[in-house]
């Protein structure tokens, strides 16, 4: 580890938390063994710090890709572990089985009861911004499964406070995108399109500014289903385009499922300027029969 880099007495002494190595050295140590130490700040109080890093990352992945059985899996696994006994790192567990009851089971009702008395169980001198954003967007979905839009409104405001200014943070990527995804389709249910198409518009932006592409079919298809109920049907088409090409692209036959659901999606792909071999690719893929369809 020492290398040329300083002396093995000084790594010892880093170690017993007798030296502060400067960033320049932090730099060269992440270099040498391929971890960004600097992303591990603030897990520096764990009792594994890289191990609490890397199951956090997996958590993200599941969550994005909708992979609930590796999510409940990895889960269980960690309830016994010392670091995620003790919040900020309890709450992750916590955030996991909500996210499994709400968006995988549909259990809105339970997921509101949870996540109030979660928020006022919760010391927010140790919770961090970022869970108790996603609390909040949690709690926006349980509310727009059950149509109080309102209520909806108020709490992804609330998220939207607590994370406003922290979007160049990494970490606060995919609680944003969430965030975003939730707002467009409240201003969908709403019926106030244009606001759906503009929040649509930035939140594409932001994703590939950063290169966030995992939930890109999401904000194209809300885009889409604004512009068609604007009745601008060569922007919706163009939109449902893109959809379907990353669709097809990243295999996503659980979102595939859930636009087949949506009658604008229909009317759309049915349109007479969509791509009829598109189509037929995205019908044959995922098995769907569109000559039943209306």
Not at 57 to 76: A, I, P, Q, V
Not at 201 to 228: K, P, S, W
Request: with cysteine; glycine share 4%; aromatic share 12%.
């Amino acid at each position: 580890m020492a290398d040329k880099y300083c002396s093995t007495k000084y790594i010892y002494l880093i170690e017993k938390g007798e030296r502060t190595p400067s960033s320049n050295l932090l730099r060269k140590f992440s270099n040498k063994l391929g971890i960004d130490f600097f992303e591990l700040y603030e897990y520096l109080e764990c009792k594994d710090p890289m191990a609490v890093f890397s199951h956090i990352k997996s958590f993200d992945k599941y969550k994005r890709r909708y992979d609930y059985k590796n999510l409940e899996d990895l889960t269980n696994q960690l309830r016994t572990e010392p670091d995620f006994l003790v919040y900020p790192w309890k709450c992750e567990l916590e955030i996991n089985d909500l996210t499994r009851l709400i968006v995988g089971q549909r259990k809105a009702e339970q997921g509101i009861e949870r996540i109030l008395v979660l928020l006022k169980e919760c010391d927010l001198d140790v919770c961090c911004d970022k869970h108790i954003a996603e609390l909040y967007c949690l709690l926006g979905g349980c509310y727009l499964l059950i149509g109080k839009t309102e209520e909806c409104f108020r709490v992804l405001d609330a998220a939207g406070v607590l994370i406003h200014n922290k979007t160049n943070m990494s970490q606060f990527h995919q609680v944003y995108i969430l965030m975003k995804l939730e707002l467009i389709y409240y201003y969908l249910l709403t019926k106030e399109y244009h606001d759906a198409v503009q929040e649509g518009l930035v939140l594409l932006g932001f994703q590939r500014d950063n290169n966030l592409f995992e939930r890109i079919h999401c904000t194209l298809f809300m885009v889409m289903a604004g512009y068609a109920r604007l009745g601008q049907d060569v922007k919706a088409v163009d939109f449902c385009k893109q959809a379907l090409w990353t669709v097809l692209a990243h295999h996503k036959e659980f979102e595939a499922r859930r636009f087949m659901c949506y009658e604008v999606f229909l009317k759309i792909l049915h349109h007479s300027l969509m791509d009829e071999g598109l189509v037929r690719e995205f019908a044959d893929r995922f098995q769907f029969d569109i000559s039943e369809l209306p």
